[in-house]
């Protein structure tokens, strides 16, 4: 609609893209709320709120239903922190709407800089908001000992990347199913506040009950954090290579069908919403 010619080398292309893509993050964060300060404070109150939940719910039904050893406030961290990631990743990125968003409209904005603003903006929001947790509970309760720092921001960032690859498969389906969609996106996200793993370790589960997680990616990615998390964990029964498979094909299947859906799409399709 809108042309911006510019002759410039690869390396410019992709400075260009860069700035666009820093451009459209930030419009993405201050989307959420006007002040990005404030966007923040808003994702650590619900994590937190989660935590106090999980906290008040592990206490009644025993601790010990956790079977690990170790700190139980970073156990109930370690699988909040992840299942947020992922279920912010996957409203997200599945809320971006169709190809016509106004912005793709404007030359050189294209829909994969939208794209991968939404999933890197929800990123920062999200990797910001531990931060900060984790810093007030070292200064308010005491030092956290992680036994690979390295290995379990590894799994965070698998339980995003899930997330993202999960959220492309429903945006490429919104137009042509849009309540359909919208419905199973909730269902899905309500799904993992019970089969995500973030109350129990692999380890606790066999037979019937494990089938019941190992579906889910997001479950391997929580499990295996917590092997890296505390040094008495060794999880079994997880695998971090099926949640990254599972992202991988979904991330494919979701492109391919994204990109059949934009060259079909038609203003007009928004009318069905």
Not at 140 to 150: C, E, K, M, S, T
Not at 177 to 186: A, D, E, K
Not at 224 to 235: I, K, L, S
Request: net charge positive; glycine share 8%.
């Amino acid at each position: 609609m809108f042309k911006f010619e510019r002759n410039q080398s690869l390396l410019g292309g992709a400075f260009t893209t860069m700035e666009l893509v820093f451009h459209a993050i930030v419009r993405n964060i201050r989307s959420q709320h006007s002040n990005a300060v404030l966007a923040v404070l808003m994702n650590i109150v619900q994590i937190l709120v989660i935590v106090t939940v999980f906290y008040l719910i592990m206490s009644l039904l025993g601790t010990r239903i956790a079977k690990i050893r170790g700190d139980f406030i970073l156990f109930l961290l370690s699988g909040v922190f992840l299942f947020m990631t992922h279920i912010k990743a996957v409203g997200s990125v599945a809320g971006l709407g169709t190809a016509n968003n106004p912005l793709t409209l404007h030359s050189p904005m294209n829909f994969s800089v939208v794209l991968m603003a939404a999933a890197f903006g929800q990123l920062y929001t999200q990797v910001v908001s531990i931060l900060v947790i984790l810093l007030v509970y070292v200064v308010l309760i005491g030092p956290v000992d992680i036994q690979n720092p390295g290995g379990a921001f590894a799994m965070l960032m698998l339980a995003w990347f899930t997330g993202c690859a999960v959220g492309v498969v429903f945006l490429a389906l919104s137009p042509w199913f849009p309540r359909t969609v919208s419905i199973l996106t909730q269902v899905y996200r309500r799904m993992n506040m019970l089969f995500s793993g973030k109350m129990f370790v692999g380890n606790a589960l066999g037979g019937f009950m494990l089938s019941l997680f190992t579906w889910n990616p997001l479950f391997h990615a929580i499990d295996q954090c917590r092997g890296f998390v505390f040094r008495n964990y060794y999880p079994r029964n997880s695998s971090w290579e099926y949640a990254l498979w599972v992202g991988i094909v979904l991330l494919m299947i979701g492109l391919l069908a994204e990109f059949y859906t934009r060259q079909h799409v038609s203003k007009s399709w928004d009318a069905r919403r």
